[in-house]
């Protein structure tokens, strides 16, 4: 029996330094439709940057717009794993510092929250190769059946999601937002951010949404924007109400990248969106103790930092063909198993090939 990882929050109440938290960007790339092929993706480095718009705090912004027409979806089926990731690496030639964790923002963001996570369960492939530890996310059977038996509105509400970046975006520096363009979710601009929770090196990739182009922030990651759509609820204090542990989300998203400025961009239930607001990325924490079912960073830091020394514990064969598989489901243990079955390994030979010619030379 392989031991396991407990992850009772109030396990993990300590003071994790959360101010000395500080992600540094090694570079950027962007990843392009394929007009002609209809699904290829292509690789270049930071032409799909938006802008972010100046826009009225008071705006109009119909989400509906264009869906679903002026909509090229993209294709979740998750196959594309680490693939950017490993192309970025052999191309910059980069050096990754001896047991560094390398993956993507999103499935850190999933760590990050399980302290507080009381639905989704999660499975983390986790293969050991040249002393570098590489993760991805597998689909979990739950959340196999959640994509089939998706229903139209919420398929509409995710392009609703992306139409808000159209409003707030433009493609140059203090132009003008395209609204009646094709929202195309294929398209994307990434940063790649190597970071430090204590003892652990990270490097991982994450989607940007735009840059606001202001004197008073002049390098990566200080000048990125995330935008989020919120459904308007205010309580009777005429404070906005978010949805449990939606704060919590946006939160670990932007926090693991260093992303400073969230602007939410308030809907009705026809997704019209009538008002917009900054959020501070460092606020967000105060914002949600208001609630009596509030989380704190600390926790969600501690036990990163806890799952990242375990996975350093357990994953001991240094052999990219080996995957060690890390599940947890609410209310559960963190356990894993170990396989060698090529139907769960996710480095793929051209990189395993790159690397170790590499190393030769
Ligand atoms: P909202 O976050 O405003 O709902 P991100 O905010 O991470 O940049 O993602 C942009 C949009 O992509 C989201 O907008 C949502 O519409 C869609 N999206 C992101 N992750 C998703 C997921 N796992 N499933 C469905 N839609 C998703
Ligand atoms: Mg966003």
Known sequence: MSSTLSVINSQYHRSFDINGYKPLEKGTFSLEFDREKQTGRKFSDSTKLRYLVKSSERPNFDLREGYPDRYIKMDRSMKEGLSHMLEWILKENYVLQPGTFVGRRGYLTKILTTPYENNEGWLLAVSLFNGTYYFREMETEAARRFKETRNARLEEMTYWGYKFEHYMCTDEPNGKPNTKGVVNSNEGYYTVVESKINEHTLLFSGEVDCKNETPLYQTAPSYYVELKTNAKLVNQNKNYQFRRYKLLKWWAQSFLAGVPLIVAGFRTEDGIVKE??????????????????????????????????????????????????????????????????????????????????????
């Open 276 to 361: 917009t607001k900054p959020y501070k990325t460092s606020e967000i924490p105060a914002l949600a103790a208001a609630d009596s079912r509030s989380w704190k960073p600390t926790t969600c830091m501690e036990f990163i930092n806890a799952f990242l020394s375990f996975i350093k514990s357990e994953v001991t064969q240094d052999d990219p063909g080996v995957v060690y598989l890390f599940s947890w489901e609410p209310k559960d243990d963190v356990s894993y198993t170990v396989h060698r079955d090529p139907k769960y390994t996710f480095l793929h030979d051209w990189y395993v090939e790159g690397m170790t010619k590499r190393a030769r030379v």
